[in-house]
């Protein structure tokens, strides 16, 4: 490659956001070049390879439908995919579109400068690359900043430790072996029932206790698979106008109306269904305290039902935040693995962690020793994959210091004062509240419309309007402040990262609501953006 490459689009990442950018740039005649850090393709799919990692979105709706031929012609095998399945679906896209040619792998993109003069972008990477491009997209996942605590003494400990996001690709062997696990999001949560397993021993240190619903996984059973590939058109419809990208709408009725049994009768029918959509047994969860608290303690009661040990189950119960308002977990038998003799629950809140030790990891009150550990510990979501890359704007505005106080942008497609860069599923978009496929696929194609109208036009630049920026982020924010999110210190608000801005990233008002608004603002010549010529 020269040092002076030039391309019509620079794409970072091959993850489903990045593979479907990248077709529809080349699909526009565009030349495209992708940077991924990784060595293959799938982005979250190629790194989380810990054991148990599965989608929390069942297979049959946890794929593109950009292309029909796509849709009929893959096979799924479980109501939920499992890490390897989506893995080998996204290198078989990558294959089928002949994507990889276009893909420099084991490339971290370091830092990227919009070149006013010649409204370009300068693009630089690890590996010594120095390209331009008319336009950036950075489809980085938005759980792609796998984040260690700084616990003392880390260094200092003599086995091997992993974070989940991080796994070795070869597998971790963790037969009659001690393991310590931090963490109990859906990662911990996830793997913690497969590592006890496998492992002599596993102690669980937990901060705050997680709301989870079973998966009640099973073999996709070949009937309902076809029945969606017969009628995946109108499904795929619904998915698109729904609020989450799902197909199970919700129930829009309110819990607080709903009498006892009939609250219990369908919190068990979404009990025994299992999944993410137990958030939508009544409208009013998200909320109103009140109703929430119903659907908080029929979860409690669960835990007690299958937890032996009351004082256990008691410390499993979450109690400090409205269930959903973390993003809920979707479980294989992970409140029964407390039952084995050999986990160890630890409430770290009780009890805090004050080292690692070479030995094992040393709380206030005892020394809990391990041979390995595994660090479920989670990410800087959202605006950590950002600006982890070094990216100037106009006027040599930095983003790291435009977003100091927190992520701000039109649409969270992009953030004034950055022409022509533009964020899959960014902060401002519903992204992380939706299936992700969804929303990714909705960026993307809103994005590859706006760059073929701006080639067709003479259009130089595109930026966002600062006032339609600030109206945008107010609408984010109020909306936000409606429900039960803003009570919960949760990544979404940045919470797990100290020091980091407490702002609701992501926009709850639904994917269908959203799609309709940025069609509109499309529709009307991109209102809220500058055109520059
Ligand atoms: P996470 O939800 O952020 O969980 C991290 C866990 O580590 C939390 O329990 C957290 O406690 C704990 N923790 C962090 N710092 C700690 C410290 N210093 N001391 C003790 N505990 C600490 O991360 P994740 O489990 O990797 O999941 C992240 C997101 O990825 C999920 O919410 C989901 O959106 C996605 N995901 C999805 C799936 C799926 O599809 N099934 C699977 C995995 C991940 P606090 O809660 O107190 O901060």
């Known amino acids: 490659m020269t040092p ?16 479907y950018m990248l077709h529809r740039l080349r699909g526009l005649g565009l030349s495209v070049r992708v940077f991924e850090t990784g060595d293959g393709v799938g982005g979250t799919w190629y790194w989380n390879r810990y054991p148990g990692a599965r989608c929390d979105v069942e297979s049959m709706q946890y794929s593109y439908s950009f292309s ?20 080998r679906y996204l290198e078989h896209v990558a294959d089928r579109f002949d994507l990889r040619r276009d893909i420099r792998f084991g490339t971290r993109v370091t830092r990227a400068a919009y070149d006013e003069t010649e409204h370009v972008w300068r693009v630089e990477t690890d590996r010594g690359d120095r390209v331009a491009a008319r336009h950036l997209v950075t489809a980085v996942g938005c759980l792609s900043a796998a984040r260690v605590p700084d616990f003392p003494g880390a260094a200092s400990f003599r086995g091997p430790s992993h974070h989940t996001g991080r796994w070795p690709h070869e597998g971790v062997d963790l037969t009659g072996l001690r393991v310590a696990v931090i963490g109990t999001g859906s990662s911990g949560i996830q793997s913690i029932p497969i590592i006890a397993e496998q492992a002599a021993h596993v102690t669980v240190f937990q901060r705050t ?32 106008e729904s609020h989450t990208g799902l197909l199970d709408p919700g129930n829009p009725g309110s819990a607080l109306e709903a009498g006892d049994e009939e609250r219990a009768r369908e919190f068990e029918a979404r009990w025994a269904k299992g999944g993410v959509t137990f958030l939508g047994a009544y409208g009013d969860i998200g909320i109103s305290s009140e109703a929430n608290e119903h659907a908080a303690e029929f979860v409690r009661a669960k835990i007690r039902e299958i937890v032996a040990d009351p004082e256990v189950a008691e410390k499993l119960s979450p109690r400090n935040h409205p269930l959903g308002t973390k993003r809920i977990c979707v479980d294989t038998g992970y409140y029964a693995t407390f039952n084995r003799p050999d986990v160890t629950l630890v409430d770290v809140r009780e009890d805090p962690i004050v080292e690692i030790t070479p030995t094992g990891v040393r709380t206030a009150a005892a020394e809990h020793p391990a041979d390995v550990i595994v660090y479920a510990t989670g990410y800087d979501a959202m605006t950590g994959p950002l600006l982890a890359i070094d990216i ?17 942008t039109y649409l969270g497609l992009m953030t004034a004062g950055f022409p022509n860069l533009f964020t899959v599923t960014g902060p401002g978009s519903p992204s992380v509240l939706s299936n992700m496929i969804v929303s990714i696929e ?12 701006l080639r067709a036009g003479g259009v130089a630049a595109i930026d966002a309007d600062p006032l339609a920026e600030d109206a945008w982020m107010a609408h984010v924010n109020e909306i936000a402040g409606q429900t039960l999110f803003v009570r919960a210190d949760s990544w979404y608000l940045g919470a797990n990262i ?23 603002v499309a529709a009307a010549g991109y209102e809220g953006f500058v055109l520059s010529s």
């Open 442 to 453: 909705q960026h993307v194609e809103w994005i590859a419309d706006c760059v073929a109208r």
């Open 209 to 240: 206790p997680n709301y989870s619903v079973p998966a009640w996984n099973r073999p996709l059973e070949p009937e309902y698979q076809s029945w969606v590939k017969a009628n995946y058109p109108g499904l795929r419809r619904a998915m698109r």
């Open 4 to 19: 002076q490459a030039r391309y019509d689009a620079v794409v970072v990442g091959a993850g489903f956001a990045g593979l």
């Open 498 to 520: 100290p020091g980091k801005p407490r702002v609701f990233m992501p926009y709850v008002g639904g994917v269908g609501v959203y799609r309709e608004k940025c069609d509109q």
């Open 68 to 87: 029909p031929e796509l849709e009929q012609e893959w096979e799924w095998t479980e109501r939920y995919p499992s890490q390897p399945e989506i893995l």
């Open 392 to 408: 100037t704007g106009k006027g040599g505005l930095s983003l790291r210091r435009k977003w100091e106080a927190g992520p701000r």
